[in-house]
C-alpha cells in the first residue's frame, strides 16, 4: 500500500487469537489425540474460559452440527486417513512459518509456505482457516481482567483511534479515508494478503487494514500482492508501505508516472511497485478519476483568489500562481497522508512549474479565464 499505518493495540487480541489457532491446528493434525472428534477430547484439550467458549461453538444447545464443528472434524478426518504421510506436521509447521511473516517483511527469500501443500489439504485447511474470520464479526474470547468478547467493530474502533491524526486518506489509494461513525463503521476490512489465497493469515493483525470501500470491493478484492512469489516483492502497509521509495510524476497528456526511486537506482526491476500499480488499478484510477479532480480543485482556487483580489482592486500577476504551486511543495510533509489526492496535487504542482503551457494556462484561469 501507499501509506504507512500504525498497528493499534488489538494486534495483543489477535496474537491470543493465533495462539489458540495453533492450539486447535496442533490438536486437529495429532489424531492421538484429536480423532475422533468428541467431546471428551475437546474438553481434555482446551481447558478454563476458552474451552467452554469452544465447546460452545462446536455443540451449541439445541443444534447437532455446525460449520466450525463440520470443517474441524473435516481436518482431523483428513490427517487421520493420511497418517503413514506428514500431511499434520506439514500443516503446522506451515502455519507457524507463514504467521512469522512480518518478521521478514526484508527477507529477500521468505515465502508463503501454505502453497507448498497439496491442494486437497489446501482446501480443507482453507475452509477452517477462513471460518475463523466469521468468528471475528460475531467475536471471540481474549483475556484480559477477566474474559471478553473481541470482534470486527471493536478491531475497526481501535484502528480508527490509532490513525485518526496521522491518516485521513485512505492508505491503499491516497483518496477518501474509510468511513465510520461511533455506532457503525463503513470501512472495509481488507485483507492484505487474501485469506482466499494465504487463508493462515485470516486474522493476522498484519494482514488486517481498513481501507475505502472502493480499493476493497472494486479494484482489489481478491488480488494477490504478490502473485505467490516473495514477500519483498510488495509494499506492506505495516512493514514498508510505497510512500517513502516512490515517486508520482504527471507527465505530457496528463498522465500519471510512477517510478520506484529505490529500485531505479539499484537498476534492478520494479516489481513490488509494478506489484502495487497492478492490484489496486492506480494509474488507470488516478488518470481517470483523481487528476481531474486535482487540476479542476487548484483552478477553482486561483478563481477565487483572482475574483477576490480583483474585488479588492490588487493586482494580478503570474508570480501568485508561482507562489501557489511553490506552496503545495513546501507543505508536503505536513499534508502527504491527511489531504485527500495529496501526492497528485504535488505531482501536479511539479509538472506545472516546469512546462510552460501548463503554468500559462493556471495564470489565464487566475485572470478570471472565460469569465473575461
Known amino acids: 500500500m501507499l501509506h504507512q499505518i500504525k498497528l493499534p493495540s488489538y494486534d495483543n487480541a489477535l496474537q491470543e ?57 473435516h481436518l482431523i478426518d483428513h490427517v487421520a486417513c493420511h497418517q503413514s504421510q506428514t500431511i499434520g506436521t506439514d500443516i503446522i509447521d506451515a502455519y507457524k512459518h507463514d504467521i512469522d511473516f512480518h518478521e521478514h517483511f526484508d527477507d529477500t527469500t521468505f515465502w508463503f509456505h501454505y502453497h507448498k501443500l497439496d491442494l486437497k489439504t489446501q482446501e480443507i485447511v482453507k475452509t477452517l482457516m477462513n471460518y475463523f474470520y466469521q468468528l471475528l464479526y460475531k467475536g471471540f474470547l481474549v483475556s484480559s481482567e477477566k474474559y471478553q468478547k473481541f470482534d470486527l467493530h471493536a478491531m475497526v474502533t481501535a484502528f480508527r483511534d490509532e490513525n485518526k491524526k496521522i491518516l485521513a486518506v485512505c492508505p491503499a ?25 494465504y487463508p ?20 482489489k478484492r481478491d488480488t ?61 484510477l488516478w488518470e481517470d478519476c483523481y487528476f481531474p479532480i486535482v487540476k479542476d480543485d487548484f483552478v477553482r482556487h486561483l478563481r477565487g483568489i483572482g475574483r477576490n483580489r480583483k474585488g479588492k482592486s490588487l493586482p494580478l500577476s503570474a508570480d501568485i500562481v508561482r507562489e501557489e504551486l511553490e506552496a503545495v511543495l513546501q507543505n508536503y510533509k505536513e499534508d502527504v497522508g491527511m489531504r485527500q489526492y495529496y501526492l497528485l496535487r504535488s505531482s501536479y504542482a511539479c509538472y506545472a512549474l516546469t512546462h510552460d503551457e501548463e503554468f500559462k494556462r493556471l495564470v489565464f484561469e487566475l485572470m478570471g479565464g472565460d469569465e473575461e
Request: contains cysteine; negative net charge.
Open 200 to 219: 493462515f493469515l485470516s486474522i493476522h493483525p498484519y494482514n488486517l487494514a481498513p481501507i475505502c470501500i472502493q480499493c476493497n470491493t472494486v479494484f
Open 17 to 73: 487469537f493465533l495462539n489458540f489457532q495453533l492450539q486447535l491446528i496442533t490438536f486437529a493434525c495429532t489424531p492421538a489425540r484429536s480423532y475422533p472428534l468428541t467431546k471428551d477430547a475437546v474438553q481434555r484439550e482446551f481447558t478454563g474460559e476458552v474451552g467452554k467458549w469452544l465447546y460452545n461453538k462446536l455443540w451449541p444447545k439445541g443444534k447437532s452440527e455446525t460449520d466450525f464443528h463440520r470443517h474441524l472434524k
Open 173 to 197: 489509494c491516497d483518496g477518501q479515508a474509510p468511513s465510520w461513525t461511533r455506532v457503525r463503521d463503513a470501512a472495509q476490512v481488507d485483507h492484505f494478503f487474501p485469506k482466499s489465497l
Open 224 to 284: 494477490d500482492p504478490i502473485q505467490q512469489g516473495l514477500l519483498v516483492d510488495t509494499f506492506h502497509p505495516y512493514g514498508h508501505p510505497a510512500i517513502t521509495d516512490i515517486e508520482v510524476h504527471i507527465i505530457d497528456g496528463y498522465e500519471v508516472s510512477l517510478v520506484d526511486v529505490v529500485c531505479r537506482e539499484q537498476k534492478v526491476q520494479a516489481v513490488r511497485l509494478e506489484n502495487l500499480v497492478r492490484i489496486f488499478d492506480l494509474q488507470i
